[in-house]
């Protein structure tokens, strides 16, 4: 079993479904309600997790609900929570309004003690993240804290993934200390400029990626699957009908991670990640949507 370390993001997911907008002032009657479980490193982590690597999560929460959901979600998925409680913040939420008649939403996220993860938080954790087989990150957490502990996980010697979400502008030289970023395609035009939609142009971004010191770079994209530099499309592997894609990202980095800890090649994690994310897709929510590794194989040896 390979140990990964995750610095990420926990917020708890409260969405409501209504026919439409209040306006300011107003109040209306929803039509459904739903809580759970959410963040990208949280996502990340449960779905490393649930793939059999030894995962740990680095994160911030309040002593609140949100908090206590945060810990039961990793408890239940086998996650090692190394977090710290901050009585005086709250532990982060969303605010997700779903138009019912077309499906489209507006987000308010409020990161809480997850903003307060800083350069000294990381350092506390410098040995924990100089144990992994693998580190990995995203930028919901503030900047400096990611770059902290890409150096480390750097100077000691392993194997680092950027997950580069939500797109941001990163410092110069942090995606050097990358062995592999895996954006989406938006997030691959914000790093290089170039819209990606088909295996060419996903071949020239990828060697944009290269220049700028990246070792690996893997692009997902989708219902085609994910281009991994020197190898090309690996096909996204497909489990069903497609119920909700909103954590197919996450579901992706967390089998990859797994895979890799484990001693597979890029080519065989990069597919372990794609039938992760396609089994994830079939189900709805984000964390809870995240497979088992017998599910995984199960659909791979079919495949």
């Not at 963040?39 to 908090?67: E, P, W, Y």
């Not at 939420?93 to 938080?121: Q, V």
């Not at 990995?136 to 979400?165: C, D, F, K, S």
């Not at 967390?254 to 994690?269: P, Q, R, Y």
Request: hydrophobic share 45%; with cysteine.
């Amino acid at each position: 079993m390979g140990k990964v370390v995750i610095l990420g993001v926990f917020v708890a997911d409260t969405a409501y479904r209504a026919d439409r907008m209040p306006r300011m002032g107003e109040t209306i009657l929803g039509n459904s309600f739903a809580l759970g479980p959410g963040g990208k490193g949280s996502n990340q982590a449960v779905a490393c997790a649930r793939i059999g690597a030894d995962t740990h999560m680095i994160s911030k929460l309040g002593r609140d609900d949100f908090g206590k959901l945060a810990l039961d979600t990793w408890a239940a998925a086998g996650v090692t929570p190394h977090v710290d409680q901050v009585a005086d913040s709250y532990t982060g939420a969303a605010y997700i309004f779903i138009e019912e008649s077309s499906g489209d939403n507006a987000i308010i996220i409020a990161p809480g003690a997850a903003a307060l993860i800083g350069a000294a938080d990381i350092e506390a954790q410098a040995e924990l993240i100089g144990s992994a087989d693998v580190f990995v990150t995203q930028l919901e957490q503030p900047m400096p804290a990611a770059l902290r502990a890409l150096q480390i996980a750097r100077e000691a010697g392993v194997r680092t993934i950027l997950n580069p979400a939500p797109a941001a502008d990163l410092p110069d030289g942090m995606l050097a200390l990358c062995d592999y970023v895996t954006p989406n395609e938006t997030e691959c035009e914000a790093l290089t400029g170039i819209a990606v939609e088909t295996e060419e142009e996903a071949a020239r971004a990828t060697s944009a990626l290269r220049d700028l010191g990246v070792r690996t770079p893997i692009i997902t994209m989708g219902e085609q699957g994910a281009y991994l530099d020197g190898h090309g499309l690996v096909p996204a592997v497909k489990a069903g009908e497609v119920v909700e894609t909103t954590g197919a990202g996450d579901a992706f980095n967390g089998g990859f991670a797994a895979a890799l800890a484990e001693g597979k090649s890029d080519l065989e994690a990069v597919r372990l990640g794609c039938a992760t994310a396609g089994i994830s897709v079939t189900r709805p929510g984000t964390a809870p949507a995240m497979p088992t590794r017998k599910e995984v194989d199960a659909l791979l040896a079919q495949s």
